[in-house]
């Protein structure tokens, strides 16, 4: 077996210089040997200390390369320093030693044979050209490549743990102020082939970590060099996941809790948190990727993530395009109080005003007018809702707006009644709100035939001079309860239907107030699909359960059909738990949700709270200080029609329909349900037979009697 021309040097050096060692310093203590010997241990001393200052690696190699240097010359000293040849010769065993270390160890020749050895990651040029294959050395996964000595010693670990997924560590760098934190580079051990059987659970269980600390990419081929799924980089970071866990930066957060799979904005990617500190709400900014299309919310995890109650009315969502905006209120917008001003309600040159604030704090408007003619209006509310909050701001805003306002009631209450003396007509009951009908009616008609300034005759425009007639709203409050009354309903449906299609182009907006809007409940289809296609439609405090096919009806998607509201907007009451274990009552629930409902501008309905009217004091500083009235000529034209009178009056002969013979009748009462009123009327349904007198009445109509 041949042995490497270093390592017979070596030897041969160590054989002849022992004997030289030992006598040197008993035959001739004078000797230039000794100063030789003693020369060469002081450069070795100094050789360690500069591989112990050194911050490159092999510090340990070299102090071994040293080591025999440093070893004769101590030899040589305490031979010199000994009589004789030493007790037990000493001196001689001594050499024989150091000589016996120097045979077995050789540091200089291993030191010099480490730079020869070829490099396992170079591949062969060409392999089927070779005659023979090159000797593989001794561990595939320590390639003898220069690398740092970190990377060796990574390379040593992973060859301990059983090379994972039968790769090996190209590369290992450290993570710079991460203790543990480290990168790799990983190849197949057979080059050419695929890493197959590498998982996080191989590679964290090789390091000790958890496998939520270990990420697996692949490698993109690069220039220089390979790529493709013979190669992996592998992350383990221990150190950074600790810390993202308890002090994450707020990308980091929100791609933890918001951002994930299965979160409740998942693909979504954190952009900016904006805090507006004198509004006291906290704003969240992020967007989806393009190809992912609109933003999927799940608003009760999200208010999960963000430690609140969706049911606390907190926290509201906004969607735009691929951007989503997230408002976090400190309180509940919904909760706080929107004092009702002149300023806000007055319209502006669109015909718009303030009706309240959205939940993400924007102004929500509402309009006295539209592209189309007058704004209809539509307000639904259970009682104690708000209902009447809100038909009094719009009554205030079609007043500001120079409008004549006419208000009639099924029943009377403070509110309206207050709101009655701020407008050019206010009444109660049924028959009152069929006489305004009425003369709506007649309006179109009259209305359809004034002539304006430049002498000819134009659907109703604000925006164009000459207009010869104001801008008219009619207030119907109950409108439902009053379209069921048996002598009048018919007439009224039929009346408040006719206006929804044809008055917005003579400037007549028809508001209607109700506690419903279902077909099945009153209205008509046709009712109710004019107010909602030329209104504004506003929804107070709907029964939850109620909320989908309200919503529904009102021509809303399932899709963008809302949440139902909470019962109340005041945050829960903290100390259950003593109370229970002291047997306290729990406090009051704070009932707050009046005037919180949704405006429906869109497709999709938005939270709202209205303004809010002092009723208890005085209305004038809402209101104009006159109160527009018809035109002389609209008054003459409805006097001469019979419809301009005292309309809080017992029904007038005539006034629905033919009087019935004395023979026939009881006490004068009208023909309910039949018959025209003066001035060029309309029939009531025939249909609507709601009493014995009714069905009477049209067998006498049939039959001619």
């Known amino acids: 077996m041949s042995v ?120 062969d040029s060409a392999p089927h050209l070779q005659g023979a294959s090159a000797p593989e050395p001794p561990s595939p996964a320590q390639p003898d490549d220069g690398a740092d000595q970190f990377t060796r010693q990574v390379r040593q670990l992973w060859e301990t743990r059983g090379m994972p997924g039968r790769t090996i560590v190209i590369t290992a760098e450290p993570h710079p102020g991460m203790r543990h934190d480290l990168s790799l580079l990983l190849r197949a051990c057979e080059a050419g082939r695929p890493i197959s059987g590498l998982t996080e659970e191989a590679v964290a269980a090789a390091f000790g970590v958890d496998v939520s600390d270990v990420r697996i990419e692949e490698v993109v081929r690069q220039y220089g060099r390979e790529g493709g799924p013979g190669w992996k980089h592998v992350h383990v970071t221990p150190d950074a996941n600790e810390r993202r866990r308890k002090a994450p930066t707020a990308h980091e957060w929100w791609a933890d809790r918001i951002g994930a799979v299965g979160g409740p904005v998942p693909g979504s990617q954190f952009l900016k948190e904006v805090r507006d500190q004198e509004r006291k709400v906290t704003h969240y900014i992020a967007q989806v990727p393009d190809e992912m299309g609109e933003p999927r919310v799940n608003k009760h995890a999200l208010a999960a993530a963000l430690k609140t109650k969706y049911d606390e009315g907190r926290l509201f969502v906004t969607v735009d395009g691929n951007q989503v905006l997230i408002s976090l209120w400190d309180t509940s917008p919904l909760a706080q109080v929107f004092p009702a001003t002149r300023e806000l309600l007055t319209p502006d040159k669109d015909g718009r005003w303030v009706t309240g604030y959205l939940g993400n704090g924007q102004p929500a408007r509402n309009r006295v007018y539209t592209d189309r003619g007058a704004a209809h209006g539509l307000f639904v509310a259970p009682s104690g809702g708000g209902k009447t909050q809100l038909m009094a701001l719009h009554i205030a805003a079609d007043a500001l707006f120079g409008a004549v306002v006419m208000l009639a009631t099924e029943a009377p209450d403070e509110k309206t009644a207050a709101l009655g003396k701020h407008t050019a007509r206010y009444g109660v009951g049924a028959l009152y709100m069929i006489r305004l009908l009425r003369i709506l009616d007649a309006l179109m008609e009259i209305r359809g035939e004034m002539v304006w300034e430049d002498g000819l005759v134009h659907d109703w425009d604000p925006s164009l001079a000459g207009c010869p007639y104001r801008m008219l709203s009619a207030y119907l409050d109950e409108f439902l309860s009053a379209a069921r009354h048996g002598d009048y309903g018919a007439e009224i449906m039929d009346l408040a239907e006719k206006v929804s299609v044809k008055g917005r182009k003579y400037g007549i907006g028809i508001k209607v107030a109700g506690q419903s809007i279902y077909v099945q409940d009153g209205f008509t289809q046709l009712l109710c699909e004019n107010l909602r296609e030329n209104c504004i439609p506003v929804v107070l405090k709907v029964a939850p359960k109620k909320v989908g096919d309200m919503f529904k009806a009102l021509g809303i998607p399932p899709e963008h059909a809302p949440d139902p509201l909470p019962r109340s907007f005041s945050p829960a009451e903290a100390g259950r738990i003593e109370r229970v274990m002291r047997g306290e009552p729990e406090p009051p629930a704070n009932s707050n949700t009046g005037g919180a409902g949704w405006i429906v501008e869109a497709k999709q309905p938005d939270v709202l709270r209205t303004l809010f009217m002092d009723f208890k004091a005085s209305l004038d500083d809402y209101f104009p200080d006159t109160i527009a009235p018809l035109t002389d000529h609209e008054i003459r034209e409805l006097e001469a029609r019979d419809l301009w009178f005292d309309w809080t009056e017992p029904p007038r002969p005539g006034e629905f329909g033919p009087e019935p013979d004395d023979e026939d009748g009881d006490d004068g009462a009208p023909m309910e349900g039949g018959g025209k009123h003066h001035g060029g009327g309309r029939p009531a349904r025939r249909d609507a037979v709601n009493s014995p007198r009714q069905a009477l009445e049209a067998i006498k109509n049939l039959s001619g009697v």
């Open 4 to 123: 490497p021309r270093s390592v017979a040097l070596e030897r041969t050096l160590y054989t002849l210089a022992a004997p030289v060692l030992a006598a040197a310093p008993n035959l001739y203590p004078d000797s230039p040997v000794n100063t030789v010997v003693q020369l060469a241990g002081a450069a070795g001393v100094g050789g360690w200390v500069l591989a112990h200052k050194s911050d490159e690696p092999g510090a340990g190699r070299k102090i071994l390369r040293w080591s025999p240097l440093v070893a004769a010359a101590a030899i040589d000293v305490a031979a010199k320093n000994t009589i004789g040849w030493g007790p037990y010769c000493m001196d001689a065993l001594l050499a024989a030693g150091w000589a016996a270390a120097g045979l077995l160890v050789m540091p200089f020749s291993r030191h010099t044979r480490r730079h020869n050895r070829p490099a396992l990651a170079a591949p």
